[in-house]
């Protein structure tokens, strides 16, 4: 019997192995006749030279994937163990760059699910993103966004979201209608700084190339030659999201985010965006991302809180 030492750090174990060590189990179901011990910042892998030999081979493939993207998915895992990771995700691994942003930085899609969003909007004008916090899919639909008007596929882009309180009340906040709604616009504001130099970002938001505002602002206008992102579309009634989707004029592609886990209308007030995934299932022209807490690209720790609170 051999054995082999393979040091991983505790916040490395959590990306790969996954809640609970789920990854870990899989991989001593794939590997039955090694010995897998984790423990501290320590993988002992116990075997013959044959079967530790096959394992390091996965192995050095399970690093290359969580060195690039921080994380190792249950799919990504398995589509390793059966030598099928080329075959499903070399694309991804090779393509998922999006565009390149402020001082250089690479914005790239993270998951599997986020690069279907890409490939979805490439093909249809709608999209649908639903997932958990964290997942990515308002960042990913942002890029998606810039690199349209990079690329002058559109002449403006449009982000907007329902100005719903979440346990708080707008009238006690100070200032005007702009400052009071634009800590509910912020997460968009922070992507958008990520991707185009500060000054560059200013010219757009006053030469209204780039527009955020609350949903209500959109009622009456058609949206041409534009991409189009309404966020947290969770908290819209069915009124308010149809009034949204028939915005859309020639050349525009809209994408819809929302995570329905989280809808803080009243109580009496059913969520438009419950209705529309219903409503729109295998609609042609029309695509449905779900996203889940595998695509979670924030501390690994939301991941179990994910869980937990599910």
């Keep these: ?9 505790r916040s490395s174990q959590l ?13 001593k179901i794939y590997y039955p006749k090694l010995k897998l011990i984790l423990r501290d910042e320590e993988l002992k892998v116990i075997g013959d030279d044959k079967n530790i030999k096959i394992f ?34 070399t694309k991804f691994v090779k393509d998922n760059v999006l565009l390149y942003g402020n001082k250089g930085r690479i914005i790239r899609s993270r998951s599997l699910n986020q690069f279907n969003m890409v490939n979805s909007i490439d093909n249809d004008d709608l999209l649908f993103a639903v997932g958990p916090a964290g997942s990515g899919k308002t960042y990913t ?8 008007l990079k690329e002058k596929r559109v002449r403006k882009i449009i982000l907007t979201r329902p100005a719903v309180e979440a346990g708080e009340n707008l009238g006690f906040l100070p200032g005007d209608l702009k400052e009071k709604l634009d800590p509910y616009l912020q997460p968009l504001y922070d992507a958008l700084g990520d991707m185009i130099p500060a000054s560059k970002l200013t010219e757009y938001l006053e030469d209204k190339v780039i527009q955020i505002a609350p949903l209500g602002f959109m009622r009456g206008r058609t949206l041409d030659n534009a991409f189009v992102i309404l966020d947290e579309a969770q908290n819209t009634t069915e009124a308010q999201l149809k009034m949204f989707l028939t915005r859309m004029g020639k050349s525009a592609k809209f994408i819809v985010t929302g995570d329905i886990t989280q809808v803080d209308l ?16 295998n609609q042609k022209g ?11 690209v924030r ?3 939301v991941k179990i809180i994910i869980k937990v609170f599910k």
């Design 1 to 9: 019997m051999q054995q082999k030492k393979i040091n991983i750090s």
């Design 15 to 27: 990306e790969i192995f996954g809640d609970k060590n789920q990854n870990l189990d899989s991989l």
């Design 56 to 89: 390091l081979e996965s192995w050095s493939t399970i690093e290359n994937h969580h060195s690039k993207f921080g994380s190792l998915s249950v799919i990504v895992l398995k589509s390793i163990l059966e030598n099928k990771y080329h075959l499903e995700i």
């Design 141 to 148: 639909a942002v890029a998606l966004a810039v690199k349209a």
């Design 266 to 281: 009243p109580k009496h007030q059913k969520s438009g965006l419950k209705l529309a995934l219903d409503l729109f299932k």
């Design 286 to 296: 029309i695509s449905i991302v779900k996203l889940n807490e595998e695509d979670v």
């Design 299 to 301: 501390h690994p720790l």
